[in-house]
């Protein structure tokens, strides 16, 4: 086996440079996402500590789906500068091989899906329901009747008053609560009846209580309220099969499934995400092996261009596979395990073959 001393310097080396795309990629996302919220803002009266706190609970939804990347980035950089170096050279000749001095970055890659899926995700998961929190509370300080109803959350329900679509724009305690709410009532012959704005909503039992209310029908008009009910047929567990998503953290994945599965809805997501999180460990571990496949070429034999592009493109297509793949689970076309850990477990085969290719012959 390696030494303690050779493999922590390798370990460190690989962290260091992965840590530092990570990083510098986090900063550069929430330069260009600081610019995009400064102008959608406009002429809003929002102070500059609200937005930067807006950007910073941003920030780790964004860069969750950047780990595979920074890991595949700062192995090649990783490998490439210790071949540049001739460190590894001088490894071979003391007799450690390939395999031996790619095991600290693989056994720190498996490190990082594990507390990126134990830690970072769920940690993600309640800065994005923040953020989501302080965004509505921005967009919703209206200036005119009836805000747009663009993009936010959807939800369609019956119950006895007819049918309704709500729209909100943000969310909290699992869909229970809502801000910029607008709600639409439909007749039994499908015509609008009735339009609703709220500044916020909470859901009771076989009611939304809505807060600071605009109601406007064909027969009265224009008219305002401090509160105003809507009857739902909707539970708190289809609100948040509904209205969670991405916001769900690992922790709370198997009690949204049991739920889902209770109430009838569909759970495949859920059961994707779930088997996603848990794949994640192989999928960085498979961006290693693609990494240590390409990288390994001794600098004086040429061809590091073609090489550095062609693991590059190696593991963006794995990244794709892997999408492609969980789309197909979400549809319920593939089983949610195939999906999640197919892609991730072709990809570390597929680096240990050519690793055993070319080291092995």
């Given at each position: 086996?390696?030494?303690?001393?050779?493999?922590?310097?390798?370990?460190?080396?690989?962290?260091?440079?992965?840590?530092?795309?990570?990083?510098?990629?986090?900063?550069?996302?929430?330069?260009?996402?600081?610019?995009?919220?400064?102008?959608?803002?406009?002429?809003?009266?929002?102070?500059?500590?609200?937005?930067?706190?807006?950007?910073?609970?941003?920030?780790?939804?964004?860069?969750?789906?950047?780990?595979?990347?920074?890991?595949?980035?700062?192995?090649?950089?990783?490998?490439?500068?210790?071949?540049?170096?001739?460190?590894?050279?001088?490894?071979?000749?003391?007799?450690?091989?390939?395999?031996?001095?790619?095991?600290?970055?693989?056994?720190?890659?498996?490190?990082?899906?594990?507390?990126?899926?134990?830690?970072?995700?769920?940690?993600?998961?309640?800065?994005?329901?923040?953020?989501?929190?302080?965004?509505?509370?921005?967009?919703?300080?209206?200036?005119?009747?009836?805000?747009?109803?663009?993009?936010?959350?959807?939800?369609?329900?019956?119950?006895?008053?007819?049918?309704?679509v709500i729209q909100a724009a943000a969310k909290a305690n699992g869909g229970r609560e809502l801000s910029g709410v607008n709600v639409f009532l439909f007749g039994d012959d499908g015509?609008?009846?009735?339009?609703?704005?709220?500044?916020?909503?909470?859901?009771?039992?076989?009611?939304?209580?809505?807060?600071?209310?605009?109601?406007?029908?064909?027969?009265?008009?224009?008219?305002?309220?401090?509160?105003?009910?809507?009857?739902?047929?909707?539970?708190?567990?289809?609100?948040?099969?509904?209205?969670?998503?991405?916001?769900?953290?690992?922790?709370?994945?198997?009690?949204?499934?049991?739920?889902?599965?209770?109430?009838?809805?569909?759970?495949?997501?859920?059961?994707?995400?779930?088997?996603?999180?848990?794949?994640?460990?192989?999928?960085?571990?498979?961006?290693?092996?693609?990494?240590?496949?390409?990288?390994?070429?001794?600098?004086?034999?040429?061809?590091?261009?073609?090489?550095?592009?062609?693991?590059?493109?190696?593991?963006?297509?794995?990244?794709?596979?892997?999408?492609?793949?969980?789309?197909?689970?979400?549809?319920?076309?593939?089983?949610?395990?195939?999906?999640?850990?197919?892609?991730?477990?072709?990809?570390?085969?597929?680096?240990?073959?050519?690793?055993?290719?070319?080291?092995?012959?």
């Amino acid at each position: 086996m390696i030494g303690r001393t050779l493999g922590v310097y390798f370990g460190r080396r690989f962290i260091t440079s992965v840590l530092g795309i990570f990083v510098g990629c986090a900063f550069l996302i929430m330069l260009i996402d600081f610019l995009e919220m400064s102008r959608r803002v406009g002429e809003r009266d929002v102070d500059s500590l609200t937005l930067l706190l807006l950007i910073f609970y941003r920030v780790p939804f964004f860069t969750e789906q950047l780990l595979p990347f920074a890991v595949l980035f700062g192995a090649i950089g990783t490998f490439l500068t210790l071949s540049r170096r001739l460190e590894l050279v001088v490894a071979r000749a003391a007799g450690i091989s390939a395999w031996q001095f790619i095991a600290p970055a693989c056994l720190l890659a498996m490190l990082l899906g594990v507390l990126s899926t134990t830690v970072y995700d769920p940690l993600s998961a309640d800065f994005k329901e923040r953020a989501n929190r302080i965004e509505a509370e921005i967009f919703n300080r209206q200036t005119g009747l009836f805000a747009s109803t663009i993009g936010g959350f959807w939800i369609r329900q019956q119950s006895v008053d007819g049918q309704a679509v709500i729209q909100a724009a943000a969310k909290a305690n699992g869909g229970r609560e809502l801000s910029g709410v607008n709600v639409f009532l439909f007749g039994d012959d499908g015509k609008l009846i009735e339009r609703i704005e709220a500044r916020s909503a909470t859901l009771e039992e076989g009611a939304w209580r809505l807060n600071d209310v605009r109601v406007l029908t064909p027969e009265t008009g224009l008219q305002a309220y401090d509160t105003y009910m809507v009857a739902t047929n909707l539970t708190p567990n289809q609100i948040e099969d509904t209205l969670q998503g991405d916001t769900v953290s690992f922790w709370h994945l198997p009690a949204a499934i049991e739920a889902a599965g209770r109430v009838g809805f569909g759970a495949e997501r859920y059961r994707l995400q779930y088997q996603s999180l848990l794949a994640r460990p192989v999928l960085l571990l498979a961006m290693v092996l693609i990494a240590a496949s390409v990288s390994l070429r001794v600098f004086r034999f040429g061809g590091i261009g073609q090489t550095i592009l062609g693991g590059v493109a190696a593991g963006f297509l794995l990244y794709v596979f892997t999408k492609l793949a969980e789309d197909l689970g979400e549809a319920g076309i593939v089983h949610p395990i195939i999906a999640a850990w197919f892609p991730a477990v072709v990809g570390a085969l597929m680096g240990v073959l050519i690793l055993l290719h070319r080291e092995d012959g």
